[in-house]
């Protein structure tokens, strides 16, 4: 009896003990993990097929990898449902920060409510979402953009009768209806006709190329196409080239990307809007880490605007109008594209 007491006692301290080197283990993991500690962001893209966004991608990660956060990208390749499943994931992780390039301006407002009852920091990149409890907004002027495309095409000869199509990025995006009615307002100062205006869902190209195509009397009775980006400009140049009008209808866009870098030099595209990405994804990354740490937004940059909801934080960005006569000084010397990438087709 005795002996079989002893043996007990002897069995419980060693299942003791055992545990306690078992919770000794458990909180070394906690604490000897650096991991843990890291700051987590959660960026979801609408898309990649526009080059920017690549750029935009890289300069944040690296940007919120040098101040000690990681980042975790997602892609919803234009689908806005695929984007609210992707939100819903990371305040599922936890994440610290959701940054978003959305898809629809006016779509995320309970996506945004379940992240902010997480208490997790949202940070619209790009694009303005509305209705709903941001922590910052953070893009380019976009109503400045489209006074540059109608002072490009004011500065190149179109005035009183002129005759200018319109063809928009998506009516989703917020950015959108900015540059179209800044646009609108150059074109109404100078008495310029606006003879049509279509818009492309999804901001896909092709839709414009096939309105060029599909609407050759009209085309071929107007002096200026307006392009909501370079993409869409891309695709349109293309089309008018079929009807032999690339580079007599004048064409604006906005990103310079190189091909239209390219084609400005060439003498198919008037003009784009250059927006520095890298200033606005490292502004991004910087405003990211302090929301983690729970700090607060200052600085020169930092005004407001009303999205519905509320006056909320805003960053906005100047953006530059490029042609051929500044190509050099604006794109070359910051370094944005390599001047025999941009002569590529030019002797
Ligand atoms: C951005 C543009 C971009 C477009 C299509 C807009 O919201 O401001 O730079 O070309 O989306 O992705």
Known sequence: MKKNVRLTAILL?????????ARAEDSEDKTGSVEEEKIRIGMCFDSFVIERWQRDRDVFVQAAKDLGAEVNVQNANGDIEEQKKQIAYFIEKG?????IVCIDSDALSDSVKAARNAGIKVIAYDRLINNADIDLYISFDNEMVGTLMGEALVESGLGAGSRVIMAGGSPTDNNVSLIDSAFIKVMQENSIEIIDMMHCDGWRAELAAEYVDSHRDL???CDAIMCGNDNLASQVVNALSVQRLAGRIEVTGQDADLEACQRIVEGTQLMTVYKPVEKLATRAAECAVILAKKGSLTGDDIGSIGNGKGEVPYVKLEPLMVTKENMDRVIIDSGFHRKDEVYLNVK
């Open 13 to 21: 301290a060693v299942i003791v003990s055992l545990c306690a080197c």
């Open 95 to 99: 994440m610290d920060v959701i940054v």
């Open 219 to 221: 085309v071929s009775e």
